[in-house]
Protein backbone atom coordinates (compact mmCIF):
# COMPACT_ATOMS: atom_id res chain seq x y z
CA UNK A 1 0.00 0.00 0.00
CA UNK A 2 1.51 3.35 -0.91
CA UNK A 3 0.82 5.04 1.94
CA UNK A 4 2.43 8.70 0.53
CA UNK A 5 0.36 8.55 -2.08
CA UNK A 6 -3.04 7.64 0.27
CA UNK A 7 -2.12 10.74 2.41
CA UNK A 8 -2.30 12.83 -0.67
CA UNK A 9 -5.90 11.65 -2.12
CA UNK A 10 -6.89 12.61 1.17
CA UNK A 11 -5.41 15.94 1.45
CA UNK A 12 -6.46 16.53 -2.15
CA UNK A 13 -10.07 15.61 -1.27
CA UNK A 14 -11.15 17.14 2.21
CA UNK A 15 -14.52 17.32 3.61
CA UNK A 16 -15.45 19.53 6.81
CA UNK A 17 -16.76 17.92 10.17
CA UNK A 18 -20.23 16.36 9.53
CA UNK A 19 -19.43 16.06 6.08
CA UNK A 20 -16.85 13.57 5.03
CA UNK A 21 -19.07 11.33 2.89
CA UNK A 22 -16.47 10.37 0.36
CA UNK A 23 -13.36 10.80 2.64
CA UNK A 24 -15.28 7.41 4.78
CA UNK A 25 -15.84 5.93 1.74
CA UNK A 26 -11.96 5.68 0.17
CA UNK A 27 -11.24 4.67 4.04
CA UNK A 28 -13.05 1.87 3.40
CA UNK A 29 -12.41 1.06 0.36
CA UNK A 30 -8.60 0.86 1.47
CA UNK A 31 -9.83 -1.20 4.33
CA UNK A 32 -11.37 -3.96 2.19
CA UNK A 33 -8.53 -3.68 -0.33
CA UNK A 34 -6.12 -4.73 2.81
CA UNK A 35 -8.65 -7.82 3.80
CA UNK A 36 -10.31 -6.31 6.80
CA UNK A 37 -13.17 -8.33 7.05
CA UNK A 38 -15.58 -6.34 9.94
CA UNK A 39 -16.19 -2.64 9.21
CA UNK A 40 -18.70 -0.86 11.12
CA UNK A 41 -20.63 1.72 9.18
CA UNK A 42 -23.66 4.21 9.51
CA UNK A 43 -24.05 4.19 12.81
CA UNK A 44 -23.26 7.70 13.41
CA UNK A 45 -22.31 10.48 10.97
CA UNK A 46 -19.72 9.08 8.58
CA UNK A 47 -17.25 7.46 11.16
CA UNK A 48 -15.84 3.98 10.70
CA UNK A 49 -15.13 1.43 13.60
CA UNK A 50 -13.05 -0.90 11.72
CA UNK A 51 -12.66 -4.57 13.61
CA UNK A 52 -8.98 -6.72 13.53
CA UNK A 53 -9.79 -9.58 15.82
CA UNK A 54 -6.74 -12.08 16.58
CA UNK A 55 -9.41 -15.16 17.25
CA UNK A 56 -7.38 -15.52 20.66
CA UNK A 57 -9.03 -14.71 23.90
CA UNK A 58 -6.83 -10.89 25.29
CA UNK A 59 -7.12 -7.63 25.47
CA UNK A 60 -8.86 -5.19 23.16
CA UNK A 61 -7.03 -1.82 22.17
CA UNK A 62 -8.59 1.09 20.05
CA UNK A 63 -6.72 3.85 17.86
CA UNK A 64 -8.77 6.81 16.85
CA UNK A 65 -7.82 8.81 13.94
CA UNK A 66 -10.15 11.97 12.82
CA UNK A 67 -11.90 12.33 9.10
CA UNK A 68 -12.76 16.08 9.33
CA UNK A 69 -10.68 19.23 7.70
CA UNK A 70 -11.31 22.69 8.13
CA UNK A 71 -12.61 25.19 6.51
CA UNK A 72 -9.37 27.50 5.30
CA UNK A 73 -8.27 28.00 1.98
CA UNK A 74 -5.11 26.43 1.16
CA UNK A 75 -2.41 29.12 -0.23
CA UNK A 76 -0.11 25.88 -1.19
CA UNK A 77 0.40 25.31 -4.64
CA UNK A 78 1.97 21.63 -4.44
CA UNK A 79 0.51 18.81 -6.89
CA UNK A 80 -1.78 17.25 -4.09
CA UNK A 81 -3.08 20.92 -3.16
CA UNK A 82 -6.87 21.06 -2.15
CA UNK A 83 -9.16 20.87 -5.24
CA UNK A 84 -12.24 22.08 -2.78
CA UNK A 85 -12.68 25.63 -2.13
CA UNK A 86 -12.04 27.31 1.72
CA UNK A 87 -11.37 23.39 2.48
CA UNK A 88 -8.02 21.70 3.96
CA UNK A 89 -6.65 19.33 5.91
CA UNK A 90 -4.44 22.26 8.56
CA UNK A 91 -4.79 19.78 11.31
CA UNK A 92 -3.32 16.52 9.37
CA UNK A 93 -5.82 14.94 9.90
CA UNK A 94 -5.16 13.12 6.48
CA UNK A 95 -1.83 11.68 8.18
CA UNK A 96 -3.98 10.72 11.05
CA UNK A 97 -5.75 8.75 8.61
CA UNK A 98 -2.98 7.36 6.88
CA UNK A 99 -1.41 6.22 9.94
CA UNK A 100 -3.89 3.69 10.57
CA UNK A 101 -4.52 2.30 7.41
CA UNK A 102 -0.70 1.67 7.87
CA UNK A 103 -1.13 0.00 11.26
CA UNK A 104 -4.23 -2.18 9.31
CA UNK A 105 -1.73 -3.49 7.15
CA UNK A 106 0.95 -3.97 9.53
CA UNK A 107 -1.45 -5.86 11.94
CA UNK A 108 -2.76 -8.19 9.01
CA UNK A 109 0.26 -9.02 8.03
CA UNK A 110 1.80 -10.30 11.48
CA UNK A 111 -1.71 -11.24 12.37
CA UNK A 112 -0.61 -14.74 14.24
CA UNK A 113 1.17 -12.70 16.57
CA UNK A 114 -1.49 -11.48 18.05
CA UNK A 115 -4.09 -12.29 20.78
CA UNK A 116 -7.27 -10.20 21.28
CA UNK A 117 -8.74 -7.64 18.94
CA UNK A 118 -7.46 -3.96 17.65
CA UNK A 119 -10.79 -1.44 16.98
CA UNK A 120 -9.55 1.65 14.36
CA UNK A 121 -11.96 4.51 14.71
CA UNK A 122 -12.24 6.86 11.64
CA UNK A 123 -13.95 9.57 13.65
CA UNK A 124 -16.18 12.61 12.18
CA UNK A 125 -16.66 15.96 13.44
CA UNK A 126 -13.24 16.09 15.76
CA UNK A 127 -12.88 20.03 14.76
CA UNK A 128 -16.43 20.79 16.47
CA UNK A 129 -16.47 18.42 19.51
CA UNK A 130 -19.57 16.77 18.85
CA UNK A 131 -17.62 13.58 17.14
CA UNK A 132 -16.48 11.83 19.96
CA UNK A 133 -19.56 12.77 22.04
CA UNK A 134 -22.08 11.37 19.36
CA UNK A 135 -20.08 7.72 18.78
CA UNK A 136 -20.37 7.49 22.80
CA UNK A 137 -24.30 8.17 22.15
CA UNK A 138 -24.13 5.76 19.60
CA UNK A 139 -23.49 2.51 21.89
CA UNK A 140 -21.13 1.44 19.17
CA UNK A 141 -18.42 0.94 21.61
CA UNK A 142 -20.30 -0.87 24.10
CA UNK A 143 -20.50 -3.95 22.16
CA UNK A 144 -16.69 -4.68 23.32
CA UNK A 145 -14.80 -4.20 26.26
CA UNK A 146 -12.14 -1.62 25.39
CA UNK A 147 -9.06 -2.05 27.79
CA UNK A 148 -7.21 0.86 26.24
CA UNK A 149 -7.79 3.64 24.12
CA UNK A 150 -5.18 5.80 21.61
CA UNK A 151 -4.67 8.37 20.02
CA UNK A 152 -1.91 10.74 18.64
CA UNK A 153 -1.79 14.42 17.53
CA UNK A 154 0.87 15.92 15.01
CA UNK A 155 2.61 18.82 16.43
CA UNK A 156 4.84 21.80 14.55
CA UNK A 157 7.74 23.43 16.66
CA UNK A 158 8.74 20.12 17.65
CA UNK A 159 11.41 17.75 16.17
CA UNK A 160 10.50 15.59 13.42
CA UNK A 161 8.90 11.98 15.26
CA UNK A 162 9.70 13.63 19.16
CA UNK A 163 6.93 12.32 21.36
CA UNK A 164 5.76 14.45 23.78
CA UNK A 165 3.02 13.90 26.54
CA UNK A 166 2.12 13.83 30.23
CA UNK A 167 0.21 11.74 32.83
CA UNK A 168 -3.21 13.23 33.65
CA UNK A 169 -4.59 16.26 31.86
CA UNK A 170 -3.30 16.47 27.74
CA UNK A 171 -5.59 19.39 26.93
CA UNK A 172 -7.76 20.59 28.38
CA UNK A 173 -11.81 21.27 28.92
CA UNK A 174 -12.92 23.81 26.01
CA UNK A 175 -16.48 25.10 25.57
CA UNK A 176 -17.55 28.35 23.78
CA UNK A 177 -20.83 30.70 24.33
CA UNK A 178 -22.87 32.90 22.65
CA UNK A 179 -25.06 35.11 25.11
CA UNK A 180 -27.80 36.87 22.91
CA UNK A 181 -29.36 40.21 24.98
CA UNK A 182 -32.69 41.72 23.96
CA UNK A 183 -33.79 44.31 25.67
CA UNK A 184 -36.09 47.68 23.39
CA UNK A 185 -34.91 50.12 20.94
CA UNK A 186 -35.54 53.58 21.29
CA UNK A 187 -34.59 57.24 20.44
CA UNK A 188 -31.11 58.38 20.89
CA UNK A 189 -32.49 61.39 22.27
CA UNK A 190 -34.49 59.02 24.64
CA UNK A 191 -32.77 56.25 25.63
CA UNK A 192 -33.99 55.69 29.01
CA UNK A 193 -37.57 54.90 27.10
CA UNK A 194 -35.90 51.41 25.51
CA UNK A 195 -33.48 49.10 27.19
CA UNK A 196 -30.07 49.14 26.01
CA UNK A 197 -27.62 46.26 26.77
CA UNK A 198 -24.83 48.17 27.09
CA UNK A 199 -24.16 48.41 30.40
CA UNK A 200 -24.78 44.82 30.67
CA UNK A 201 -21.89 44.26 28.32
CA UNK A 202 -19.64 46.02 30.65
CA UNK A 203 -20.90 44.17 33.81
CA UNK A 204 -20.17 40.68 32.06
CA UNK A 205 -16.87 41.60 30.83
CA UNK A 206 -15.77 42.65 34.53
CA UNK A 207 -16.93 39.24 35.49
CA UNK A 208 -15.57 37.65 32.90
CA UNK A 209 -11.87 39.34 33.62
CA UNK A 210 -11.97 38.44 37.22
CA UNK A 211 -12.28 34.30 36.52
CA UNK A 212 -9.66 34.82 34.35
CA UNK A 213 -6.98 33.12 35.62
CA UNK A 214 -4.14 33.05 32.86
CA UNK A 215 -1.37 30.91 35.36
CA UNK A 216 -1.33 27.21 34.43
CA UNK A 217 0.53 26.80 37.86
CA UNK A 218 -2.56 26.96 39.65
CA UNK A 219 -5.26 24.75 40.20
CA UNK A 220 -7.63 27.19 39.26
CA UNK A 221 -6.29 28.27 36.09
CA UNK A 222 -9.41 28.92 33.95
CA UNK A 223 -9.29 31.51 30.82
CA UNK A 224 -12.07 33.58 29.83
CA UNK A 225 -11.45 34.73 26.08
CA UNK A 226 -13.94 37.71 24.57
CA UNK A 227 -14.11 36.15 21.03
CA UNK A 228 -16.86 38.83 19.66
CA UNK A 229 -18.92 41.41 20.13
CA UNK A 230 -21.90 43.27 18.25
CA UNK A 231 -24.69 45.97 19.74
CA UNK A 232 -27.20 47.61 18.25
CA UNK A 233 -26.67 48.81 14.54
CA UNK A 234 -25.38 52.13 12.98
CA UNK A 235 -28.22 54.28 12.99
CA UNK A 236 -27.28 57.36 15.44
CA UNK A 237 -30.57 57.96 16.06
CA UNK A 238 -31.56 54.84 17.84
CA UNK A 239 -30.38 53.11 20.96
CA UNK A 240 -29.64 49.99 20.84
CA UNK A 241 -31.82 47.07 22.00
CA UNK A 242 -30.04 44.18 21.46
CA UNK A 243 -26.20 42.99 21.56
CA UNK A 244 -24.17 39.32 21.12
CA UNK A 245 -21.02 38.81 23.28
CA UNK A 246 -19.29 35.40 22.56
CA UNK A 247 -16.10 33.78 24.50
CA UNK A 248 -14.34 30.78 25.14
CA UNK A 249 -13.39 29.39 28.35
CA UNK A 250 -10.87 26.61 29.23
CA UNK A 251 -9.75 24.75 32.31
CA UNK A 252 -7.49 21.48 32.74
CA UNK A 253 -9.79 20.49 35.35
CA UNK A 254 -13.06 19.51 33.91
CA UNK A 255 -14.80 19.33 37.30
CA UNK A 256 -13.61 22.94 37.48
CA UNK A 257 -14.87 23.90 34.72
CA UNK A 258 -18.30 22.47 35.19
CA UNK A 259 -18.54 24.00 38.65
CA UNK A 260 -17.56 27.33 36.81
CA UNK A 261 -19.75 26.69 34.07
CA UNK A 262 -22.44 27.18 36.38
CA UNK A 263 -21.66 29.93 38.33
CA UNK A 264 -21.45 31.63 34.33
CA UNK A 265 -25.13 31.19 34.05
CA UNK A 266 -25.76 32.29 37.27
CA UNK A 267 -23.99 35.78 36.98
CA UNK A 268 -25.85 36.28 33.54
CA UNK A 269 -29.12 35.35 35.15
CA UNK A 270 -27.63 38.24 37.79
CA UNK A 271 -27.15 40.90 35.35
CA UNK A 272 -29.63 40.58 32.99
CA UNK A 273 -32.72 40.80 35.92
CA UNK A 274 -30.64 43.97 37.10
CA UNK A 275 -30.78 45.37 33.60
CA UNK A 276 -34.10 44.50 33.07
CA UNK A 277 -32.94 42.46 29.70
CA UNK A 278 -34.22 39.27 28.40
CA UNK A 279 -30.92 36.72 26.94
CA UNK A 280 -30.80 33.09 25.55
CA UNK A 281 -27.39 31.36 25.91
CA UNK A 282 -26.12 28.99 23.11
CA UNK A 283 -23.19 26.55 24.06
CA UNK A 284 -21.07 25.50 21.65
CA UNK A 285 -18.02 23.64 20.33
CA UNK A 286 -17.49 21.52 23.88
CA UNK A 287 -14.13 19.76 24.42
CA UNK A 288 -13.81 17.50 27.55
CA UNK A 289 -10.45 17.61 29.37
CA UNK A 290 -8.11 14.70 27.92
CA UNK A 291 -7.00 13.26 30.98
CA UNK A 292 -3.88 10.67 29.88
CA UNK A 293 -4.41 8.00 32.16
CA UNK A 294 -1.07 6.96 34.12
CA UNK A 295 -0.75 2.97 33.04
CA UNK A 296 -1.32 4.50 29.25
CA UNK A 297 0.99 7.05 29.78
CA UNK A 298 3.61 4.37 30.66
CA UNK A 299 2.61 2.30 27.74
CA UNK A 300 3.60 5.54 25.63
CA UNK A 301 6.58 6.13 27.55
CA UNK A 302 7.64 2.67 26.86
CA UNK A 303 7.16 2.31 23.33
CA UNK A 304 9.00 5.58 22.55
CA UNK A 305 12.21 4.16 24.16
CA UNK A 306 12.17 0.95 22.44
CA UNK A 307 11.50 2.75 19.12
CA UNK A 308 14.46 5.21 20.07
CA UNK A 309 12.49 8.26 19.54
CA UNK A 310 13.22 11.25 21.41
CA UNK A 311 10.45 11.24 24.63
CA UNK A 312 9.44 14.84 26.15
CA UNK A 313 7.72 14.60 29.36
CA UNK A 314 5.85 18.15 29.27
CA UNK A 315 5.39 19.93 31.99
CA UNK A 316 2.09 21.55 31.78
CA UNK A 317 -0.89 20.75 28.92
CA UNK A 318 -1.26 21.62 25.67
CA UNK A 319 -4.61 24.36 25.50
CA UNK A 320 -5.94 23.50 22.82
CA UNK A 321 -9.48 21.49 22.73
CA UNK A 322 -9.66 17.37 21.78
CA UNK A 323 -12.12 15.70 21.74
CA UNK A 324 -10.69 12.12 22.28
CA UNK A 325 -11.17 13.98 25.89
CA UNK A 326 -14.47 12.07 26.07
CA UNK A 327 -13.39 8.98 25.76
CA UNK A 328 -11.08 9.24 28.67
CA UNK A 329 -13.39 10.31 30.45
CA UNK A 330 -14.62 7.02 30.32
CA UNK A 331 -11.45 4.27 29.06
CA UNK A 332 -8.02 4.19 30.16
CA UNK A 333 -6.63 5.79 27.23
CA UNK A 334 -3.63 8.41 26.56
CA UNK A 335 -2.66 10.91 23.60
CA UNK A 336 0.54 11.87 22.92
CA UNK A 337 1.93 14.62 20.16
CA UNK A 338 4.60 13.44 17.48
CA UNK A 339 6.59 16.37 16.85
CA UNK A 340 6.39 17.06 12.88
CA UNK A 341 9.34 19.82 12.55
CA UNK A 342 10.59 22.90 14.25
CA UNK A 343 10.05 25.24 10.99
CA UNK A 344 6.48 23.30 10.07
CA UNK A 345 3.88 25.75 9.71
CA UNK A 346 1.75 26.16 12.59
CA UNK A 347 -1.84 23.73 13.13
CA UNK A 348 -4.61 25.80 10.90
CA UNK A 349 -2.34 28.14 9.14
CA UNK A 350 -3.30 27.93 5.19
CA UNK A 351 0.33 26.64 4.25
CA UNK A 352 0.59 23.62 6.77
CA UNK A 353 1.04 20.62 5.58
CA UNK A 354 1.61 16.85 7.22
CA UNK A 355 4.78 15.64 6.60
CA UNK A 356 4.77 12.70 5.01
CA UNK A 357 8.24 11.36 6.44
CA UNK A 358 6.00 11.66 9.93
CA UNK A 359 4.43 8.46 8.77
CA UNK A 360 6.30 6.12 9.98
CA UNK A 361 7.03 7.27 13.44
CA UNK A 362 2.92 7.14 13.85
CA UNK A 363 2.73 3.93 12.42
CA UNK A 364 5.55 2.42 14.15
CA UNK A 365 4.48 4.20 17.88
CA UNK A 366 0.88 2.34 17.13
CA UNK A 367 1.97 -0.80 16.50
CA UNK A 368 4.69 -1.10 19.16
CA UNK A 369 1.72 -0.15 21.61
CA UNK A 370 -0.32 -3.59 20.39
CA UNK A 371 2.82 -5.56 20.23
CA UNK A 372 3.59 -4.73 24.14
CA UNK A 373 -0.60 -5.22 25.05
CA UNK A 374 -1.44 -8.04 22.76
CA UNK A 375 1.62 -10.10 22.45
Known sequence: MDLKQIRHHLHKYPEVSGEEKNTSIFITEKLDELGVSKIHQNFV?????????????????????????????????????????????????DGHMTMLLGLAEKLLEQKEEFSGKVLLLFQSSEETGKGAKNILKSNILNEFEIDFAFSLHNVPGYHLGEIITKPHTFTPSVESLDIELLGKTSHAGMPWKGTNPAVAIQKLISYFSSIHQPNVEKSNYFLATPIYIQMGEKAYGTSAGKATISYTFRSGDHDLFLQQKEEIIQQIEKITQEENLNFSLIWKEAFEANNNHPEAFKYIQKAAKQNNYSFIEKEHFFNWGEDFGAFTQIYKGAMFGLGSGIKTPELHNPDYDFPDELLTFGISMFYTLTKNLLQ
Open 45 to 93: EHSILAEIDFNVPGKTLLFRAELDALPIEEINTFSHRSTSKNTSHKCGH
